[in-house]
């Protein structure tokens, strides 16, 4: 291996074994954006052995879904200063699906001065985990995440349908668990394996969940960083097996009416640094005072998190009840009505699960707006709400049930907003009012279908 190819020691053994014997063509340098969506530069794998360093405008940050750009009230942002990226190379994974032996890695993000850019997502998180090690703790999550597997749609007029399955018919809904829906997509489903298997990814479970054509694929537990690194990972992976099909695969919290939402739970449970031990359980097994704080954190904060968490006008389609969707901050164990969840499990694997995310938020920053949450509960020493007993669908909701009630408690929260970061706070809540007004313009068939000659 001569002295320009020195970079390829650096990759996980996952990466090697894709490459074996061939030689890289291309490496894709990547972050994530504020919607989580991959952005960088893809080069010959030559052309990146000579690299130090990858330039992008930090601009990236300030991009709306549509292609917009923040607005923030005449203050001049738009001078466009490069930012550094440096790889990471514990993050390089295969790209299965490319034509040529193509590796992607995430890399990190600092300013010119070498500081890290407060706003990039992935920092967000790293400072969350940052705050728990300062106190001596790990956070450890395990995030599910729920999809459906839809009919490719190139007209945003027409509804979202199933695709048909190998069957010929398209898969119903309610079918739960149903292997046979899930062999209903079964070339789909083996080749999400097989690129998983690629990139060094294992899956925990995949299973049909109750939408006509949707998946729920779990990931094992551990460190939040590079669990929504392998989340950014999968929504690609996800992807280009479906198209392979002639299919999509999509992460939108609510895409079809009268059918569920798609969530991405998050477990979460701290490990004592020093002796490895999760905190949420004492040495007898019993639940701990700071099992209970880091509940009343999610119950207390989570309203103004809600925007990191739902940031789309379409993730608030989600929250209705008896569609399998929490409406509530309501905690319990072994009940999926309520917001928050304590599944069963022994004393060492004691858990909290947020059930509130919807698929469609960065994983950086729903994992980082759920941590900031807990944190803010351990801090403050609280006792949640007594644990709710029957079916929290009846309960009184208390969560912003619109993009723009939500963003107003993001920005009324101080707390919340210093547990992620002022610059980031300042950035994130721009793109989504702007987001918010881009939507406002938009005349919608249910308004043309029943206002334009009836009122």
């Given at each position: ?162 695709p048909f399955g ?188 947020n059930r509130l ?56 929260s101080e707390a ?40």
């Amino acid at each position: 291996m001569d002295s320009a190819n020195t970079w390829l020691k650096k990759l996980p053994q996952a990466a090697l074994d894709y490459i074996g014997a061939r030689r890289v063509e291309e490496v894709e340098c990547i972050v994530s954006d504020m919607p989580g969506i991959s952005r960088g530069k893809a080069m010959p794998a030559s052309k990146f052995a000579h690299s130090r360093h990858i330039y992008l405008p930090d601009s990236i940050f300030y991009q709306t879904i549509t292609g917009g750009w923040a607005n923030f009230e005449g203050e001049e942002r738009f001078t466009d200063p490069d930012m550094v990226l440096t790889p990471d190379f514990s993050t390089a994974t295969a790209a299965p699906w490319a034509a040529d032996p193509t590796i992607q890695i995430i890399h990190d993000i600092a300013d010119q001065a070498g500081n890290p850019v407060p706003f990039a997502p992935r920092n967000v998180l790293k400072n969350l985990v940052r705050l728990y090690a300062e106190k001596g703790w790990a956070p450890v999550v395990a995030p599910e995440l729920e999809f459906y597997l839809v009919a490719p749609n190139t007209d945003p007029t027409r509804e979202v349908e199933p695709p048909f399955g190998r069957s010929g018919r398209r898969v119903p809904a309610s079918q739960g668990y149903s292997m046979s829906a899930v062999d209903e997509y079964g070339p789909i489903i083996d080749d999400i394996y097989d690129f998983a298997e690629a990139q060094g990814f294992e899956i925990d479970t995949i299973i049909h969940e109750g939408g006509a054509g949707q998946i729920e694929i779990n990931l094992p537990h551990g460190d939040p960083v590079r669990l929504a690194d392998q989340v950014f990972y999968f929504k690609r992976l996800i992807r280009e097996a479906a198209l392979k099909h002639d299919c999509y695969a999509t992460f939108m919290a609510k895409p079809m009416q009268d059918q569920p939402g798609s969530a991405m739970h998050i477990h979460h449970s701290i490990l004592d640094l020093k002796t490895g031990k999760n905190i949420f359980s004492d040495d007898s097994g019993a639940e701990t005072p700071a099992f209970f704080h880091f509940i009343a954190g999610l119950q207390t904060h989570l309203p103004a998190a809600t925007a990191m968490i739902a940031p789309y006008v379409n993730s608030y389609r989600r929250y209705v009840p008896d569609y399998s969707a929490p409406v509530n901050l309501e905690w319990a164990r072994d009940n999926r009505t309520t917001g928050l969840r304590v599944p069963i499990a022994p004393p060492a694997a004691r858990r909290v699960e947020n059930r509130l995310a919807g698929m469609d938020c960065n994983p950086y920053l729903g994992i980082a707006a759920s941590l900031a949450c807990g944190w803010l509960g351990l801090q403050a020493g609280v006792m949640p709400r007594p644990e709710l007993k029957g079916n929290a669908y009846t309960t009184e909701g208390s969560l912003p049930r619109s993009l723009r009630e939500a963003l107003m408690a993001f920005e009324a929260s101080e707390a919340l907003r210093a547990a992620v970061g002022a610059a980031f706070a300042e950035v994130y809540a721009a793109v989504k009012w702007s987001e918010q007004d881009e939507f406002f313009h938009v005349i919608s068939p249910w308004e043309r279908e029943h206002l334009l000659i009836n009122v």
